[in-house]
């Protein structure tokens, strides 16, 4: 079978914000781009405008994953470029958090992370090359009150972000936790530009860019993980 023209990104938790940035950014890099989301019609716009994929998965369900990489990889060949990018939390006082709510945090976070992450190092080692990004948080660095449940779901991710780096940095693996600090851009109210001030919020398409340079990083000098965070974040 012929390689494809293009290389292959595949995004895992694909929203209308840092989600589709990174899809367009991939796509202008020159990369085909699979979209994967538990509602598969929510991204065949997206697909469309930029020429990718869309496949419905299920970050948390090993057969989903399992299933996505297959077709995916049938599709596009293996991937070069793979971004877990799934998360969600609920805010609440320790008191008052139900062991489901945490259960379902670690899922999202940590457990999706390992199953696309295990799925992209299988597809890549036996290529020795390739990239595996991990979407992390404030909450990958320091737990704050009320966000407990996000807490140990994004520790858990940046401990195996940092554990396949070590595995997989000298198979020519490419494993790195971009640790995002702050809150994104968005349409929804508290998240818009005009309400905050300039620059006071992430912008996607300034995270897509370093996303897209730390792929492109040379092997001599790879980083393991980066901070992002606009002018308004103490640290």
Not at 27 to 34: D, E, I, P, R, S
Not at 98 to 105: G, H, I, P, R, T
Request: net charge positive.
């Amino acid at each position: 079978m012929a390689k494809p023209a293009k290389p292959l990104a595949l995004i895992v938790g694909v929203g209308p914000g840092l989600g589709a940035a990174l899809a367009r950014r991939f796509a202008a890099g020159g990369m085909t781009v699979a979209l994967a989301a538990r509602r598969k019609e929510k991204l065949e716009a997206l697909a469309r405008e930029i020429g990718g994929r869309a496949y419905a998965c299920d970050g948390t369900k090993e057969a989903d994953v399992e299933g996505l990489f297959a077709a995916a990889v049938k599709a596009g060949g293996p991937p070069r470029l793979v971004v877990f990018n799934a998360g969600g939390y609920v805010a609440k006082p320790i008191a008052e958090l139900s062991a489901a709510e945490v259960e379902a945090c670690w899922r999202n976070c940590c457990l999706g992370g390992f199953l696309v992450g295990r799925a992209a190092a299988r597809a890549m080692l036996p290529e020795g090359q390739g990239t595996i990004l991990f979407t992390g948080a404030t909450a990958s660095l320091r737990g704050g009150a009320f966000f407990h449940n996000l807490a140990v779901g994004k520790f858990g991710l940046r401990a195996l972000a940092q554990s396949m780096a070590r595995e997989f940095q000298a198979k020519g693996v490419h494993v790195a936790h971009v640790i995002i600090d702050g809150q994104i851009a968005g349409e929804r109210p508290g998240y818009r530009r005009e309400e905050r001030g300039a620059d006071a919020l992430l912008e996607p398409d300034a995270i897509a860019e370093t996303y897209l340079h730390v792929h492109h990083q040379h092997r001599s000098a790879w980083t393991s993980e980066v901070e992002l965070r606009p002018w308004v974040e103490t640290f």
